[in-house]
C-alpha cells in the first residue's frame, strides 16, 4: 500500500503514534499511516540545517533529530553531526550530542545513537529534555548503510534489538583493485579515509581524495608502487579529482570560499580556478575531453542537478543538452574517443538513476543504457558500466558504426563496496580492465563476508545494567 509519494529525497522515517514520521532533508513531516497530505512539523529551508531520523518523543511535542549543515555534509556518511531536540509547539531547538547520528530515544530512559560503528547509550531525563550522563558504548560493530538515514539497527517497545553486524569503524578504509571476477588485491596503502580514486589515461598514476573531518586533500599516487603518496593539493577542502590528460588534475575546492572547479598540475605548481558557481551553487567536476580542451561538470542547487561543458580555450561554461535532475548528480563522463557522453538521471521513487548516452557534442539523440547509474567507460571504449542496484554492476558492449548499439546487459561480479546513488562514483578502471575502489579496510584480505541480522531479546534490561539512569 503507497502511503505517500516523497521521492527519492528521503532522509529517515520512523513511527509516531498514530502518524508516520518522515524527513526530507530541508523538512519534517508526518502522514497518516492510511494515506492522506502530509504535515508539515519542520521548515529547514530558509537555513543551512538538514534533519535526518526523526523520533517524536512521547510527549506528542518535541521532534529528536540529528541535524548537520548543508555546506558540511558533503559525500560521505553523516558522522560529524548533532543531534538535537527540537519543540514543535515553541520552535526552541536544545543541542544534546555532538558528532553523533541516527539518534533514537528508548522507554527505559535513554537515547542511543550511533558514533564510527558503535552504538552508544546515554541517560535522558524526559521531563527535562537534557542527558543525564556519559556516553556508554553499548553494542560495538554495527553496519551503516549507503545513505544519510541508515544506520542497521531497529528495537522493540517489548525490549528486543536487531542490527546487522559492521566494522567498529568506518573511518578507514583501503584502496583496492578487483579483477573480472571480484577478487580483491590491495595496492599496498595504508589504511586512510580515502575517496573517488581515479586513474590517469596513460595508467601510471592515481589520483585520489583523503579527509579527516577538518580537511579535504588531493594526493597522487604512482601504481607501480615505487613512491609514496604525494600530496598535490594545499588550502581549502579540495576533493573529486579528475585527470585532464596525464599532466595535470581538476577538482572541487573551496579555497576561496565557494565549491568552484580548479585545475593543477599533477606533478605541483600553482592551481587554476576554471568555474564560478552562484550562490548556494556547487559545482562537481566530473569528466574531460580526451584532447583536455571540455570539461563537463555538475552544477547543483537546492538539490537539482544539471550537467555542463566548460571550455578551457574560450573559459566559457554552458549547459549540455537539457540534462537536468531533482535527485541525482549526473555522474557524467566522456567516451575514450570523445565522441559520446554518459550520465545518469534519476526518476522519482527509485532508488538508482537511468544511464543515458548522448553524442558530443549533442544532437538531441538520446540513447538509454538501461536502468542503472553511475556510467563508466572501458578503457577502449567498447563496454559501457553502470550500477543497476547496490553490490552489483552490469556491462553491455558498445558499437558507435554505422550507428549507436548496445547488447543486453550482462553482470559483472563486484567485489568492492556500495554507495549512495546521489555519492559521485567511487570507481575508476585501469588499463588492463581491473577495477580499483575504496572498501573497508581488511576486505582485501578477509572479502565480503554475507551479512547476517543479530536479533538480542532482553535488550531493555542490558541496556538498564549497562547504563544506569539513576
Known sequence: MTVVEVGPALSGLSWARDHILFAQGTAIKRVPPNGGKPELLLDLSSSDDLAFVPQLLPDGDTLLFATAKRS????????????????????????????????????????????????FAMPFDLAKLAVTGGAVPVVEGVSLGTTFSAAHFAFSNSGSLVYVPGPLSTSQQDLVRFDRKGTPEPLGLPPDKYEFPRVSPDGTRMAFGTTDGKEAVVSIYELSGASAPRRLTFGGNNRLPIWSGNLRVAFQSDREGDAAVWLQPADG????????????????????????????????????????????????????????????????????????????????????????????????????????????????????????????????????????????????????????????RTFDNMLDGRIVSVGPAGQSQSGSAPAQIRVVVNWFEELKAKVPTR
Open 72 to 119: 558540511s555534509v558533503g559525500l560521505g556518511r553523516l558522522a560529524d553531526a548533532q543531534i538535537v531536540v527540537h519543540s514543535h509547539k515553541t520552535g526552541v531547538r536544545k543541542p544534546l550530542i555532538e558528532s553523533g547520528s541516527y539518534a533514537e530515544y528508548v522507554p527505559t530512559g535513554h537515547i542511543v545513537y550511533v558514533s564510527e560503528g558503535t552504538l
Open 269 to 424: 605548481g600553482t592551481a587554476m580556478r576554471l568555474t564560478k558557481p552562484g550562490p548556494d551553487t556547487v559545482h562537481v567536476p566530473e569528466s574531460w575531453s580526451p584532447d583536455g580542451t571540455v570539461l563537463l561538470f555538475c552544477a547543483t542547487k537546492d538539490f537539482v542537478s544539471s550537467l555542463w561543458t566548460f571550455s578551457l580555450r574560450d573559459r566559457r561554461a554552458t549547459p549540455f543538452s537539457e540534462v537536468i535532475d531533482s535527485s541525482l548528480p549526473t555522474d557524467a563522463v566522456f567516451s575514450p574517443d570523445g565522441r559520446w557522453v554518459a550520465y545518469q538521471v534519476g526518476r522519482p521513487g527509485e532508488f538508482e538513476g537511468t544511464t543515458y548516452v548522448e553524442p558530443f557534442p549533442p544532437t538531441g539523440t538520446k540513447n538509454q543504457i538501461g536502468r542503472g547509474g553511475r556510467p563508466l567507460w572501458s578503457r577502449d571504449g567498447k563496454e559501457l558500466f553502470f550500477v543497476p542496484a547496490p553490490s552489483r554492476l552490469m556491462a553491455v558492449t558498445v558499437a558507435t558504426e554505422p550507428t549507436f548499439t548496445i547488447t543486453n546487459p550482462v553482470a559483472v561480479p563486484r567485489g568492492f563496496g556500495v554507495a549512495a546513488p546521489a555519492t559521485p
